[in-house]
Each structure stands twice: as C-alpha cells, then as structure tokens.
Nanobody, 111 residues
Framework: QVQLVESGGGLVQAGGSLRLSCAAS????????MAWYRQAPGKRRELVAD???????NYADSVKGRFTISRDNAKNTVFLQMNSLKPEDTAVYYC?????WGQGTQVTVSS
C-alpha cells in the first residue's frame, strides 16, 4: 500500500505564489512518472504537469511559464511551484504517483 500526503495549498491573491508538495510512503520499489492534476468546480479533472523519472517535464498550455514541477527521488516527493497565479487557477490540486492519488489540496486565488 502507498500513501500520498499533500501540503501547501491555501488562499492567495492574484499574482502571488504557492508551492505544493506531495510525499509518497509505503510499499514503494520504484517510481516512474509523477504528476499534478487539478479539478475546478463543475469541471473535469485535468493534467497540470508531469515529470518523468529522468526529469523530463510536460505542462498544460494554461500554466506554461508560470508553474514548475520538480521531484526529489530520494524522498519520493513531487513539488509544484506556482507563480503569477490567476483566479482561473482556483481548484483542488491532486498529485498522482504510481497509480495512487493524493487527498487533494485546495488552491484559491482571489482577484
């Protein structure tokens, strides 16, 4: 069994920054890709960014140039640095690691 614990969400004004973290623990032998998704009210869950075990990254067009995904393999942790936040970034953010989902953390951006 694998557990994911997210942290770092909150309320921020437009233009501000937040950093999300997601740490995996439990029966982990190896981790490939890691990812962050988000789901806004009334909308489908969407991919925000992902990162391979080798460090290659991929971003949704809506966050390119503002968000940065990174990982610490020694700590089985993935991060999402979010800068220049916009009200439309408001959503519950979920991490995804080896088929498991985090509990979700609320990010609210006020205008």
């Amino acid at each position: 069994q694998v557990q994911l614990v997210e942290s770092g969400g909150g309320l921020v004004q437009a233009g501000g920054s937040l950093r999300l973290s997601c740490a995996a623990s439990g029966s982990i032998f190896s981790i490939g890709a890691m990812a962050w998704y988000r789901q806004a009210p009334g909308k489908r869950r969407e991919l925000v960014a992902d990162i391979t075990s080798g460090g290659s990254t991929n971003y949704a067009d809506s966050v390119k140039g503002r968000f940065t995904i990174s990982r610490d393999n020694a700590k089985n942790t993935v991060f999402l640095q979010m800068n220049s936040l916009k009200p439309e970034d408001t959503a519950v953010y979920y991490c995804w690691i080896i088929g498991y989902w985090g509990q979700g953390t609320q990010v609210t951006v006020s205008s």
